[in-house]
């Protein structure tokens, strides 16, 4: 079983900047993407960022977020960054590591990661 760990989640300041990490217990297979999901209480999870892992460097990212964040990945560390940048209020949320097949999205995400918490204040 994978387990993904994410940090880096906190208290931030809006228009300020966040760097989350996520590491993989394992290698996943070459096909799988890994991104960034985040869900506020009542809500659905929203897809943030995802990319792909190996082959290349495709990269979707979600229109909330669009011109402000950059995914990035680590194959030798197993690991997934998400790079946020003007950060709004709305942006606080608990911020969930995933990977499954390309492309990823909600229903198709193998593995969760327990999620960290983003509070961005005004």
């Known amino acids: 079983q994978v387990q993904l760990i994410e940090s880096g989640g906190g208290l931030l300041q809006a228009g300020g900047s966040l760097r989350l990490s996520c590491v993989a217990s394992?290698?996943?297979?070459?096909?799988?993407?890994m991104g960034w999901f985040r869900q506020t209480p009542g809500k659905e999870r929203e897809h943030v960022a995802v990319?792909?892992?190996?082959?290349?460097?495709?990269?979707y990212y979600g229109d909330s977020v669009k011109g402000r964040a950059t995914i990035s990945r680590d194959n030798a560390k197993n690991a997934v960054y998400l790079q946020m940048n003007n950060l709004e209020p709305e942006d606080t949320a608990v911020y969930y590591c995933?990977?499954?097949?390309?492309?990823?999205?909600?229903?198709?995400?193998?593995?969760w990661g327990q999620g960290t918490q983003v509070t961005v204040s005004s």
């Open positions: 394992e290698r996943t297979f070459r096909s799988y993407a």
């Open positions: 990319i792909n892992w190996s082959g290349g460097s495709r990269t």
């Open positions: 995933a990977a499954g097949p390309w492309p990823l999205s909600r229903v198709t995400v193998n593995w």
